[in-house]
């Protein structure tokens, strides 16, 4: 090899090196940062429509008799509701529903009444998008 590239890898090598490795700690970084960032506040909004189309799923799902796993689905739905709820409780700073697998009946109603006097009503349907006979109003 010719003496003048051995110079030049000689000079270029070090400091190749130390570009990348402040490269990989500026990654790295970068990458704690943005995991430990705290994630936006759903909207009340959204939290609202989630909570109205969870208690749709459930209601529809608890008549439904043709249904495989129907018990596992339950419990998954009733767990997501459970959780939104809980979360638009402390959105509103309204007292929660107590945390578990069997929560009383009667929690959950009371829960939701103090977020309808906050304005947030989960038991409101959305609106018709279909007329009788299926066609599509506009």
């Known amino acids: 090899m010719n003496t003048a590239v051995e110079l030049i890898l000689a000079f270029l090598l070090p400091t190749a090196a130390c570009f990348t490795l402040m490269g990989g700690v500026r990654a790295l970084r970068w990458a704690g940062e943005r995991r430990c960032r705290p994630r936006a506040a759903d909207p009340i909004e959204r939290l609202g429509a989630d909570l109205r189309r969870l208690r749709a799923d459930l209601?529809?799902?608890?008549?439904?008799?043709?249904?495989?796993?129907?018990?596992?689905?339950?419990?998954?739905?009733?767990?997501?509701?459970?959780?939104?709820?809980?979360?638009?409780?402390?959105?509103?700073?309204?007292?929660?529903?107590?945390?578990?697998?069997?929560?009383?009946?009667p929690e959950i109603y009371?829960?939701?009444?103090?977020?309808?006097?906050?304005?947030?009503?989960?038991?409101?349907?959305?609106?018709?998008t279909h007329g009788s006979g299926g066609e599509t109003r506009a």
């Open 59 to 105: 209601e529809a799902t608890e008549t439904r008799v043709d249904l495989p796993a129907k018990a596992l689905r339950l419990r998954a739905l009733r767990g997501a509701y459970l959780d939104t709820l809980t979360t638009a409780c402390q959105r509103l700073a309204v007292s929660p529903p107590p945390r578990g697998d069997r929560v009383p009946q």
């Open 110 to 128: 009371r829960a939701e009444a103090a977020l309808r006097q906050r304005g947030l009503d989960v038991r409101e349907t959305a609106p018709a």
